[in-house]
């Protein structure tokens, strides 16, 4: 008698306990989402080569033609990787055009530009460049420079700096060219800081220089890019002198 109601109890509290574990499992799994925020996880995943797109930045100059102005722009990257000292398959930058800005100090300082734009200006400036009849941001958001190699070339700068040679392809308003620049790289705590400039011709890219006032106020067509690229540097220190 007594062994039958020692089995009926335990039948009895057996759905008691797979409750219980199922519960158990549900409360780790939510707290493993709390506890584990999904930009912690992708932060982690960083490896030597990839852009600090947070803190890297791209600008320009912009020339003037008649009773135009000079212009400084600043813009982000979307996202990159580059790995120096590689003979092929060295990365790639995306840049992010609709965050483009035009005369901001940084921009006009970075370029070399003195005084400053006030706020209206700015937002004409900016306007202008993002839309239709220049880059044309809503169809085409972004730029790519794809690089093919990033070369070591011999000598290194006074400050220190190891100087590349970026060769590859760059991409802008659905046109895409063969671009050379030469960069300079240097080790900072954490990263490398590669800077470079290269120019291009808007027309190259299927974009007409801004204009207005039949031409009297405009904008030229060469135009200056430089970039500021810090680079996760963990196993991608600037490599010895190949040539």
């Not at 813009?75 to 580059?82: C, D, P, V």
């Not at 093919?148 to 046109?175: C, E, I, V």
């Not at 207005?212 to 540097?233: E, F, M, N, S």
Request: hydrophobic letters at 40%; charged letters at 20%.
């Amino acid at each position: 008698m007594r062994a039958n109601i020692r089995s009926t109890l335990l039948v009895a509290l057996v759905p008691f306990a797979l409750a219980a574990s199922i519960t158990i499992e549900v409360k780790v799994a939510v707290a493993d989402d709390d506890v584990v925020p999904a930009g912690a996880v992708a932060k982690s995943q960083s490896t030597a080569g990839d852009v600090d797109i947070d803190r890297s930045r791209v600008y320009a100059f912009v020339g003037k033609t008649g009773f135009g102005h000079e212009h400084g722009v600043v813009g982000r990257l979307k996202s990159g990787s580059i790995r120096l000292g590689a003979r092929q398959k060295a990365g790639q930058l995306e840049f992010d055009l609709t965050s483009f800005v035009a005369d901001t100090q940084e921009a006009r300082r970075y370029v070399g530009l003195q005084g400053e734009t006030d706020g209206s200006t700015q937002e004409q400036v900016t306007a202008n460049m993002l839309g239709k009849y220049v880059l044309d941001t809503q169809q085409y958001p972004t730029a790519t420079f794809s690089i093919d190699s990033a070369l070591p070339l011999r000598g290194n700068l006074p400050n220190g700096a190891k100087r590349y040679q970026l060769d590859g392809q760059f991409t802008l308003h659905g046109a895409t060219r063969p671009v050379r620049i030469v960069a300079q790289a240097q080790s900072e705590s954490g990263v490398v800081r590669l800077r470079g400039a290269f120019t291009l011709l808007q027309t190259d890219y299927n974009i007409t220089p801004f204009s207005k006032a039949l031409g009297a106020v405009g904008v030229t067509d060469r135009l200056k890019i430089y970039g500021d690229i810090l680079i996760v540097a963990t196993g991608n220190r600037p490599a010895a002198d190949q040539r």
